[in-house]
């Protein structure tokens, strides 16, 4: 899968010069899939090594579930969660790991026990999550949600989603450069599902993803088992894999540098395949 996903930029990651497959480990009671399997350190890192044997090029540690109508945990019941999963996964891996938090005071402890990514899930709404970055030469991703996850989903509205949701990433990667990020370690998601009607506004983002991609950001999606994927198919989430792969194809196709899945082995397949189309065209 050699090209597009040159900009990940992880010393040792697989993904140096491909897609890259970011594997998510959820470390929550209450995630919309797999809430609560993995809320002990031993069964998280078990998993994580699951991850990272079947493919996965980053791991994705999160301690607060984003899904719909999710109610907030403590800044120390966050770290309580992640921090000690962090250390062990470094200890056992080499794999680079993300934190994926909204909190600035969340994500500097993660980068001092061994995270080297960020990955904002709520963008910049804590504006210390840029500095943070900065102080510790992290990757940032830049995760593109409106409203709060309790509320997000009641009445969301766009004038054009994908024009809108390009700008305010835009917007926020201009904000992470003046607090001393620079460029090539900033990356864009355009927030499949956070503060967004499954058909009317996520489904355009995967069809228009060129339109990010075409930015010259590196571009994370994350279709894995999310609500529009249910709405198209009639499918349950624990049975949203094949569409999840149909997703993760299309999004490789119009150009994102890496996918963000609870099924490594099955994605990077697909990504695979896609891939190498993509390379066909010449």
């Known amino acids: 899968m050699a090209g597009h996903g040159s900009g990940w930029g992880f010393r040792g990651s697989r993904a140096a010069e491909s897609v890259a497959i970011v594997g998510i480990v959820n470390v929550t009671p209450d995630s919309f899939y797999d809430g609560g399997r993995y809320a002990s350190v031993d069964r998280a890192l078990a998993h994580a090594l699951r991850l990272c044997e079947e493919g996965a090029d980053v791991l994705d540690i999160g301690g607060e579930s984003t899904r719909p109508g999710a109610g907030p945990v403590s800044e120390l019941e966050e770290q309580h969660r992640v921090l000690p999963v962090i250390e062990a996964v470094g200890k056992n891996t080499e794999l680079p790991i993300s934190i994926d938090t909204r909190r600035a005071t969340v994500a500097d402890e993660a980068l001092k026990h061994g995270a080297s990514v960020v990955n904002a899930v709520a963008g910049l709404r804590d504006p210390g ?154």
């Open 129 to 282: 999550l840029a500095r943070v970055c900065a102080e510790h030469d992290a990757l940032l991703i830049i995760n593109h949600m409106r409203g709060e996850p309790r509320t997000m989903q009641d009445a969301p509205h766009y004038d054009d989603v994908v024009v809108d949701v390009k700008r305010e990433l835009l917007a926020q990667a201009t904000a992470a450069q003046a607090a001393g990020v620079p460029r090539a370690r900033i990356w864009l998601d355009p927030g499949l599902g956070f503060g967004k009607d499954p058909l009317r506004h996520t489904l355009p983002l995967v069809a228009r993803l060129r339109e990010l991609v075409a930015t010259g950001y590196p571009v994370m999606v994350g279709p894995s088992r999310k609500s529009f994927l249910g709405k198209i198919t009639g499918a349950a989430v624990e049975d949203r894999l094949p569409a999840t792969l149909a997703a993760v194809a299309a999004c490789v196709l119009a150009g994102a540098s890496a996918v963000r899945v609870h099924d490594v082995r099955a994605a990077r397949e697909a990504a695979l395949v896609a891939q190498a189309i993509r390379g066909a065209r010449g």
